[in-house]
């Protein structure tokens, strides 16, 4: 019996639509025909009673009267897997109409109808149609639900029910309840789901079988997410996000594309908040350039940026199809939120300072965004030339074309490994702040001034996507040593402090930001694998799913990194932004260094650059030998050749 009703449900489900249409106006028509019949049995109190001849003639000018105005009311279209409370008042509306029908066909025919019987017959009829509706919903979603995953909702407001309604409709996760982070609305009820207290958060993922937990708090909310986060990680469940608000009024994403935790949920701390009506002054109506617009760095201002509404923006990249992608992405942001803001994209390179002035004049700019820069510690300290040209050289080249052309302000992006550098990349960044400092004595009429943050999280070459893709790979998460810290933030605070600074400069500033405290790697590490619902394979635990793996540490690398040179940094009008007091050189002694670097990196000379980076008041101290691959290979070889002896002499 059960597996011949299991075939007839099958059956009934597969029926082409116009045949399941066909179905539901039959059904309807049974359904009026036993209610009018139960009204007046009911009002007489006769189960025996049989209409008379006009009461069947009223009785079938009811039934179609009423199926006309299901028809017109759209009762038919609705799909009945999805009805809801606007079906109800459809279905409400036509038993009404259903119900005065019956009054005037009655007095049409001359049918005898009581003053009850449309009454009755009304909540009869209601009682049927939306019942059998709702009961054969209920039967859809039950047989449809046993294969989704269990899911448990964190938070209560409009986002969180937003994404409970849209998981009820979709076809991957069932909600099981609530979760508040307001203790008092513990054992309350939300569209009829349990809510729990954010304190019976494991007993609820124990009690409900949850297979997963969505975070779907409002973004002002007051609760620290770095808190929450923590909380969270020892549930052995995945914990994923929904998109914030933002990204759901401009129709990036839709509430129930729920992703891995925000890279800003591991920082541990709570999102540094921009002074928006500072940068929105300096930025207005200016001719703004950014170079390395295609970086991770780079897009994100350009991001930010166009949304401040300049009057255009220059991007100088030299990587054509992150160029490409970024001039995309800004031109289809433009024409989305109205801005009106003219887009120019500009290949070409920082070192090239004839270039540079060119495109600042021609355009007017007014205030440049300097992040182009190599970066990555390793291939900057396999390939020194090259990373000492993009980052010193090019800062030089750049800035001076900003002089010449009378540039407002002019912004470099740093980093935190300029101060006291074990490794060519911070060295040469620390040797682009002095450059800057330096100029900034020189002359007054450009104010230059240097941003300095820690690593950002989701830039290329971070260790967050590199972590995500080797859990999901099953491991091993590689972590070069079990003390290394790092001080981070997210691209779009980095971006804002750049940001921030460009409007507070005065002339030679160096501005840092107060990122908290220092996360440890392999902490960062095991909080990923524990959000990602895994556990760590180690030698108490042999059965755990991802092991992580101690390499060494690379060549440049520190522990630790440092934001401050000096002591005693002065406070700035953001609360978290300070500014570093710091030594620089004068001009003259400046520039005779940039000559002999330059003339080092011409003849390809790795042993003369790291003198110069060592003998400067960088604070460069490597902790290992010259790691130039090129440099190195060619000290191995016992005897130079005359193509390379050319090569050398070769101007870059």
Known sequence: MKGLFSRLKQWLFELPRPYKRLVSVVSDLFFVSLALWSSYALRFEDLSWLPDGRQYLAFAATACITIFAFIRLGLYRAVIRYIGEKVLMVMLLGVVISAMSLVFTGYGFRAMVPRSVPVIYGALLFVLIAGSRFSVRALINRSREKTKGRVLIVGTGPKALQLHHALLQGTEYRPMGFVSL?????????????????????????EQGVQRVFLALEDDGPISRGKLITSLEELSVPVQTVP??????????????????DIADLL??????????VVASSIDNKVVMITGAGGSIGSELCRQIIRNRPASIVMLEQSEFALYDIDRELRSINQVEHLGVDIYPLLGSVVHRRRNEAIMRSFGVHIVYHAAAYKHVPLVEHNVVEGVQNNVIGTWRCAEAAVAASVERFVLVSTDKAVRPTNIMGGSKRLAELVLQGMAQRQTDTVFSMVRFGNVLGSSGSVVPLFRDQIRDGGPVTVTHPEITRY???????????LQAGAMGKGGDVFVLDMGEPVKISSLARKMVRLMGLTEKTEANPHGDVAIVFTGLRPGEKLYEELLIGDSPMATVHPRIMMAREHALPWPDMKSLLEALE???????????????????TGYQPNGALEDTLWCRRALEPEETTMQANVRRLPI
């Not at 307001?182 to 809510?195: A, C, F, L, R, Y």
Request: with cysteine; charged share 25%.
């Open 182 to 206: 307001d203790g008092q609305k513990h054992k309350t009820q939300i569209s009829g789901m349990q809510v729990y207290g954010v304190g019976h958060i494991r007993k609820a993922v124990r």
């Open 488 to 498: 981070f933030m997210t691209i779009p605070e980095a971006s804002q402090l750049v």
């Open 599 to 617: 003339s080092a990196s011409q003849r390809f000379d790795c042993d003369k650059i790291v003198q110069i980076l060592h003998s400067a008041p």
């Open 244 to 261: 914030s608000m933002s990204e759901l009024v401009a129709g990036q994403a839709r509430i129930n594309d729920v992703r891995d935790l």
């Open 268 to 277: 541990g701390r709570d999102p540094v908040k921009p002074n928006d009506a």
